[in-house]
C-alpha cells in the first residue's frame, strides 16, 4: 500500500494550494483519511481528518475557515484545498490513512508560505 502527496510547493500568503493524497495496492476503501504537517522543529499535528461513509470532518481550529478536505472514494483519493495561506502554514504535510487493522502514512510535501 502506498499513499502519495502530491500538490505542495511555494505560494505566497493569502494564497491557496491543494494537495491531493492518493492510495494505491489497496482494494478497499480507507475507513479514515486524514492530513497532518509538520514544520521544523515541531511535533507532527493533525490538519484535518475525514471518515468514509459518515461523512464527517475534523478540523484543527487554526484551519477552520481556511482548509476544507475532501475525498473521492472511487478513487481512493484525498485532497486539501488550502486558502487564506500563512507563513506559519509551512511544513512538510503528511497523508494518513487509518483503519481498524492499519495506519499508513504518505512520505510528505512540502508547503513553503512566503510572507
Known amino acids: 500500500v502506498q499513499l502519495v502527496e502530491s500538490g505542495g510547493g511555494l505560494a505566497q500568503a493569502g494564497g491557496s494550494l491543494r494537495l491531493s493524497c492518493a492510495a494505491s495496492?489497496?482494494?478497499?476503501?480507507?475507513?479514515?483519511m486524514g492530513w497532518y504537517r509538520q514544520a521544523p522543529g515541531k511535533q507532527r499535528e493533525l490538519v484535518a481528518t475525514?471518515?468514509?461513509?459518515?461523512?464527517?470532518?475534523n478540523y484543527a481550529d487554526s484551519e477552520k475557515g481556511r482548509f476544507t478536505i475532501s475525498r473521492d472514494n472511487a478513487k481512493n483519493t484525498m485532497y486539501l484545498q488550502m486558502k487564506s495561506l500563512k507563513p506559519e502554514d509551512t511544513a512538510v504535510y503528511y497523508c494518513?490513512?487509518?483503519?481498524?487493522?492499519?495506519?499508513?502514512w504518505g512520505q510528505g510535501t512540502q508547503v513553503t508560505v512566503s510572507s
Open positions: 495496492g489497496i482494494t478497499f476503501i480507507i475507513h479514515t
Open positions: 475525514t471518515t468514509s461513509g459518515i461523512i464527517s470532518t
Open positions: 494518513r490513512g487509518i483503519g481498524p487493522s492499519y495506519d499508513y
